[in-house]
């Protein structure tokens, strides 16, 4: 290309000039759009913090004013009360002064670069750069010598215009934006995209895109990601792309389960793509499932290790303003961990909901009723009542004890604030947020099962219920906290709490394989007399 440029006697092709064009872009303008991208969040965060300051004076002046002591971090540094809202508002002129700085920096870049012409080209580039990866891609070999670039430069694009102001397909192109879904779609498991990190780019493009209500649509109209996205992810679910593939996954399928939000935006297009997937790649569909139960074991397994981290921290400090270092990477890990054990549990109860048959038949029915039972019993174990929940139980509690005890005596607003920064990472880590799967999957493989018109639904329920007898008395305990009053607060804290008529039957299915539980065990117990 520089060949090219520097000897104006060779005519520039159009092939040399789309060239051109990928690459101005990759090593050139995708930097200053990532810029914008970056400085249009420093604004955002510049913004909060002005706020956040402005709040923590106006405590500090209340308190003042009521004649309270400062804070017990304040009184190590400053002598008397004023200095210490002279401070604040010392910090608060310095978070204007970013706020200023981010704003003007922010206008200069929508005037200059995110004009509404250049975004559009910028659009129309990247469906041609699109259509010209799908169209190499039909041409066997030819494929693998395509540059990186034009994969990075197609996807840093379309996300440039994401992550700007609202974009409207219907002004800039339907058709465009279908040609960049059958490219996403089509290469995200293309075994010829020889470097993972560009594949895994493409699946966190995918996640990303379909948090987008009018992306998601341009998914469901799109024939390929009709016909082949659920059974590609499903071949791709494995130890390098879990996590993304789960989280799309979850994005697809969500508002089926136990206490969800119906109303989430999800696809039903999708989702009967997901059961067609069943009956049409049976094979790639049993690989999925004994994949899903393995990560299960590993999220569940190192959860309990990073909870049994976590909790000398929680002895050893006692106090949200004193927590350590080592107690905030033991908390982001505890968090991380349960989130990714959560959506395979929701993943798990979608496939109880639509495709039971999955479990109960096949060559390896035996195995994968083994393997639920095993996980629903490990999880509930750790997570509900027992010795083995202590350690979940605790960092459970640990915000709310810690919140008790800071809220009293003066400058506990924040003393209180200060607390919920330090502990935000296990916000989400709730009871409720592994009951519901949970008491999902059981309602659908026991109850529905057992009342199912299909006798191999029966059959399975039987083989459920079964298992869990000969799995041993830990089960038992831990099925019966549903029934108990703090298992009734999670349900009735689920983010949609179930209708009445589920929750008994729920109840149901827990008290007949409690009744056979108790039965096999005196069963038990006389054969050994």
């Not at 003042?64 to 002591?69: C, D, K, P, Q």
């Not at 190590?76 to 401070?87: A, I, K, M």
């Not at 034009?150 to 002004?171: C, I, K, P, Q, W």
């Not at 799309?248 to 039903?268: D, Q, T, W």
């Amino acid at each position: 290309l520089k060949r090219l440029l520097v000897q104006p006697q060779h005519p520039l092709t159009q092939s040399c000039l789309f060239s051109l064009m990928v690459l101005l872009y990759h090593f050139g303008m995708n930097t200053n759009f990532k810029n914008a991208s970056y400085q249009l969040l420093i604004q955002r965060t510049a913004i909060s913090q002005l706020e956040d300051m402005a709040l923590r004076i106006s405590m500090a002046s209340d308190s003042l004013a009521a004649g309270h002591r400062m804070p017990l971090q304040a009184q190590l540094r400053f002598s008397t009360f004023e200095e210490y809202v002279e401070n604040l508002k010392g910090t608060r002129r310095l978070f204007y002064k970013d706020v200023v700085e981010s704003v003007r920096q922010c206008y200069w870049h929508k005037a200059v670069i995110n004009q509404p012409w250049r975004l559009k080209a910028v659009f129309h580039a990247c469906a041609q750069t699109a259509r010209v990866i799908t169209g190499l891609s039909k041409r066997g070999e030819v494929f693998q010598y395509i540059p990186e670039a034009y994969m990075e430069a197609m996807v840093d694009s379309f996300h440039t215009l994401r992550r700007g102001d609202s974009l409207s397909l219907e002004n800039y192109g339907l058709d465009a934006m279908d040609d960049i879904v059958t490219c996403l779609v089509l290469h995200f498991s293309d075994g010829r995209v020889l470097n993972p990190d560009v594949r895994d780019i493409i699946l966190q493009s995918i996640n990303m895109t379909l948090h987008h209500s009018e992306f998601l649509h341009a998914f469901e109209r799109n024939l390929e990601a009709r016909t082949q996205m659920i059974p590609k992810l499903l071949d791709c679910f494995g130890p390098r792309f879990w996590i993304p593939v789960s989280n799309i996954l979850v994005r697809l399928c969500r508002g089926e389960g136990f206490g969800e939000n119906p109303y989430k935006i999800s696809s039903s297009v999708m989702k009967k793509s997901f059961c067609e997937a069943y009956e049409t790649h049976s094979s790639s569909f049993s690989e999925f499932l004994t994949r899903l139960f393995n990560m299960l074991n590993w999220t569940a397994t190192e959860l309990t290790v990073a909870l049994k981290e976590l909790v000398p921290h929680i002895h050893d400090t006692g106090h949200a303003s004193r927590t350590t270092p080592e107690a905030q990477q033991s908390m982001r890990k505890c968090a991380v961990m349960f989130e990714l054990m959560c959506n395979l549990l929701r993943v798990l109860e979608f496939i109880s909901a639509q495709v039971p048959e999955a479990f109960v038949t096949g060559p390896d029915k035996e195995m994968n009723v083994s393997r639920l039972v095993e996980t629903i019993s490990f999880v509930l174990s750790h997570t509900t009542n027992g010795p083995d929940a202590s350690d979940f139980n605790k960092v459970v509690c640990l915000t709310q004890d810690s919140a008790r005890s800071l809220s009293n005596g003066p400058g506990a607003e924040l003393e209180h604030e200060e607390h919920v920064k330090a502990h935000a990472a296990l916000e989400k880590v709730t009871r409720t947020a592994v009951i519901a799967p949970l008491a999902g999957v059981l309602f659908h493989m026991v109850y529905r099962g057992a009342h199912s018109a299909k006798e191999e639904l029966k059959e399975g329920s039987r083989m459920i219920v079964a298992s869990f007898c000969e799995t041993g008395e830990l089960p038992s305990q831990a099925l019966a906290f549903f029934t108990s009053s703090a298992g009734e607060d999670c349900i009735k804290a689920c983010e949609a709490p179930p209708a009445t008529a589920q929750v008994e039957q729920l109840r149901e299915a827990l008290a007949m394989v409690l009744k056979h539980s108790e039965a096999y065990k005196d069963q038990q117990e006389e054969e050994a007399d």
